[in-house]
């Protein structure tokens, strides 16, 4: 099949024009299925908050369409106001020559010089590091997406990038990630798995605690919140709050989904399992979760004595 | 080794293939199709009538040429690693 069926080409046309951004992607924003997808998706997220995406995966029309629409044999693809822009490499390149910022017309704020602290034994490591994987004009990156993960790279220079020396290490940090790296301290760790790198930055969130009069308060309010209880299956049957729901596999697979500003609330027994919990979404990027200190046992005691005590 | 042998022979018969719906769509281009792995492709072409296109506008034509090679549920062609498109 060389040409477009006309029933696909209008449905095509359609979804290009009613969205300004529209990313014909695998997989969704959430949950890219594809490096090539995940790396656009991680550009975008930089500069807007809200854009469209379309899973070709989930229709085999639009997969194979969209590629003879845009006389582009690959996927990802990105239309801006209903114009072709490009695949993956054409949209990191225009990344990096700071372009993409007119094609969203996204102003461009000046970037601070983020302060990284680096010890001695850890700089060594870093030069060491950097001059095994690179070669002339390969500098070390460092970048703290969005969503808080922090990575350490070997890469050629980008005109956006802004340079950080410290104890004798240069690094080049992405505009994005200024803001967000600054003050952090990377440490040279010995792990069972051998010696790594270690990101200690004051700048991302951690999980807050709430207190159970706190807690009463937000039920009654009817605000929406993810109440997730992570305690055992017997223990949720001895006692439980209304509303909570109780912590598993599946549960943790829907909550992992969710956008990264959803506000979930853990509870336990006594205060850390919920801390356990809270960790692993803390370490995903969460950005609004709460713990509740005392758990359900502090919940007997002085909010409603009626929930059994064990 | 018989099949690598095969796949060679029909990975360069796939290159001319290639070569030959872009020049139909782009008549007079100067054309070179390099076959990398299996299915894999590295093109370049020189045509005058890239000159005042932008690099997606290029890539575009070319790609609008060989669409058919690369569409279907086991294209001849999966992938093109390379495409370089040059004003003469």
């Known amino acids: 099949m060389t040409s477009l069926e006309d029933p696909i080409r209008e449905k ?33 997220d930089n500069y807007l908050d809200d854009y469209a995406t379309v899973d070709v995966l989930s229709d085999g029309e639009v997969r194979e369409g969209i590629k003879l629409y845009s006389s582009w044999p690959t996927i990802p693809q990105l239309y801006v106001n209903g114009e072709f822009i490009g695949g993956c490499d054409i949209i990191t390149e225009m990344a990096d020559g700071g372009e993409l910022f007119g094609t969203f017309g996204v102003e461009r704020t000046p970037s601070i010089v983020p302060e990284i602290h680096i010890g001695d034994d850890t700089a060594e490591a870093l030069l060491q590091a950097s001059a095994q994987n690179g070669g002339p004009d390969q500098y070390l990156h460092l970048s703290v997406s969005k969503d808080w993960q922090t990575s350490l790279s070997v890469a050629a220079r980008s005109a956006m990038d802004v340079e950080v020396q410290s104890n004798g290490v240069t690094l080049m940090v992405d505009p994005f990630s200024t803001d967000r790296a600054n ?17 200690d930055n004051p700048n991302a969130p951690t999980l807050g605690e709430m207190s159970v009069q706190e807690l009463k308060t937000l039920l009654e309010s009817g605000d929406d919140f993810e109440f997730i209880d992570v305690r055992t299956p017997s223990e949720f049957e001895t006692a439980r709050i209304d509303g909570a729901v109780l912590f598993d596999e599946t549960e943790y697979a829907r909550l992992s989904a969710l956008p ?11 205060g850390p399992r919920g801390v356990n919990a809270g960790q692993q979404f803390t370490d995903q990027g969460f950005t609004n979760l709460h713990n509740v200190t005392g758990g359900i046992d502090a919940w007997s005691l002085t909010v409603d004595p009626e929930i059994p005590r064990y | 080794m018989t099949i690598e042998v095969q796949a060679n022979l029909s990975s360069v018969q796939i290159a001319e293939t290639i070569r030959e719906a872009i020049l139909e769509a782009i008549p007079g281009a100067e054309i070179e199709v390099s076959p990398g792995g299996i299915g894999h492709f590295e093109i370049r072409v020189e045509a005058g009538v890239f000159e005042g296109l932008g690099r997606v506008k290029q890539q575009q034509l070319v790609y609008g040429a060989i669409a058919g090679l690369l569409s279907g549920s086991n294209p001849p062609v999966h992938a093109i690693d390379k495409l370089d498109c040059i004003v003469p």
């Open chain 1, 260 to 270: 990264k500003q959803t506000k979930i609330v853990f509870i336990c027994h006594h």
């Open chain 1, 12 to 44: 095509l046309d359609q979804l290009v024009q009613s969205h300004s951004v529209l990313l014909f992607m695998k997989g969704n924003r959430q949950a890219p299925q594809c490096g090539f997808s995940a790396r656009v998706i991680s550009i975008l």
């Open chain 1, 183 to 199: 003050g952090i301290t990377i440490e040279l760790v010995e792990t069972a798995e051998g010696r790594g790198f270690k990101v």
